[in-house]
């Protein structure tokens, strides 16, 4: 199998119902993450550099912002004559309900496809894989069905998927919503099959009603050859806001960006020309992830701050994850927060949440 031959398809509405915070005005792929990327940032480069050239994004509301990131696809190197990038939103008639029923209505794209093989994947999944590996393991178990998963604990607020396999990898069992204490094979919904099995399955399914997705998975290995890959780097998935308040924090570790951000597999996002970061002479930033565009003037401590963010002079922010241009007055005090956009915060102000309930301040918001 040649990595060309794979049409990638991405789920940009991951885990939003556990995310409704982050998602109310935007799709989970387009939630800001690490100061700089979004996070469908991952997905998508894992598989640009993996040579899947085709790519589909399933956009089921609020896809404005996922639109704009996008654009053509040029930051991923998906915008050249044999290659691609195409927002799947529903259309008149048409109910993504759930992801059996949202993947019939679009079988239509799977038909019209050059590629041979589907690559299906969730946008709140972050990691660093090289998918051609999974594809030569997918080839030399001639296997029907490839599942993805990785030896993690569940993450909060995530209905988890079980993997049982035997020493070479041959999926023996796979539970849905099982009673797990510490770490387990987690499917991360992510597979690979031929693109004639995935579109006769699919309509099969539709045909008897069997609209439960993880069901339809434990009914797969049960009636065809279905083998398990490991993921091989770390994996964090975005499935609350602990966890997603958890991972930021997280990128403070080098060891962990190191993994991620890897120079022979680069994460891409979309480029914003912004002036370089500017810093007051009473300043004091430490052991934070600053992007460019930003003007601090205070004090600033365990923080992710995005593009375009000002936080005045003697404002004291730890612990932060502070989206771009935001605007943060004199006077502030600000502990275990997560705020996003364009949100205004006039002096003097005090918001303190925990490491385990930090606080959010919604897109737009002004704290008077």
Not at 256 to 262: A, N, P, Q, S
Not at 294 to 322: D, L, M, P, T, Y
Request: a negative charge.
């Amino acid at each position: 199998m040649k990595s060309n031959d794979v049409l990638g398809i991405i789920y940009s509405d991951s885990c939003a119902d556990t995310l409704t915070e982050l998602t109310a005005h935007r799709t989970t792929a387009s939630v800001p993450i690490g100061g700089k990327y979004r996070m469908i940032d991952f997905v998508l480069s894992n598989m640009s550099n993996s040579n899947v050239n085709n790519v589909g994004i399933i956009a089921k509301s609020g896809f404005m912002s996922l639109m704009d990131h996008i654009g053509s696809g040029s930051a991923w190197d998906l915008s050249k004559k044999r290659s691609g990038i195409t927002i799947l939103p529903p259309y008149a008639g048409v109910n993504f309900a759930n992801k059996v029923e949202t993947l019939y209505q679009i079988r239509g794209v799977f038909e019209d496809a050059r590629e041979n093989y589907v690559l299906i994947s969730e946008s709140n999944v972050i990691c660093n894989i090289d998918y051609s590996e999974l594809f030569y393991l997918h080839s030399v178990n001639e296997a029907d069905i490839t599942l993805v998963y990785k030896n993690m604990p569940v993450p909060e607020k995530l209905t988890p998927m079980t993997i049982q396999h035997d020493d070479i990898g041959k999926v023996k069992k796979v539970l849905v919503q099982p009673d797990t204490k510490g770490n387990c094979n987690l499917y991360l919904g992510s597979f690979i099959m031929s693109k004639k099995l995935f579109l006769e399955l699919i309509t099969k399914a539709m045909a008897e009603n069997e609209l439960n997705f993880d069901r339809l998975i434990q009914k797969w290995v049960d009636e065809y050859n279905v083998f398990a890959y490991e993921c091989p780097s770390c994996v964090s998935i975005i499935s609350s806001m602990n966890e997603y308040f958890k991972f930021n924090m997280a990128l403070m570790d080098v060891e962990l960006r190191k993994e991620l951000f890897r120079n022979d597999r680069p994460i891409y996002t979309k480029v914003r020309d912004d002036a370089p970061c500017k810093y007051g002479l009473n300043s004091s930033v430490k052991n934070s992830l600053v992007s460019q565009g930003c003007f601090i003037e205070g004090e600033v401590e365990n923080c992710v701050i995005s593009k375009g963010v000002h936080i005045a002079e003697g404002a004291k922010v730890h612990n932060c994850i502070i989206m771009q241009d935001t605007e943060i007055g004199s006077g502030c005090e600000l502990s275990y927060v997560v705020i996003d956009k364009d949100v205004e915060i006039t002096n003097a102000k005090s918001l303190k949440g925990t490491d385990t309930y930090p606080i959010h301040i919604a897109k737009k918001s002004v704290i008077d």
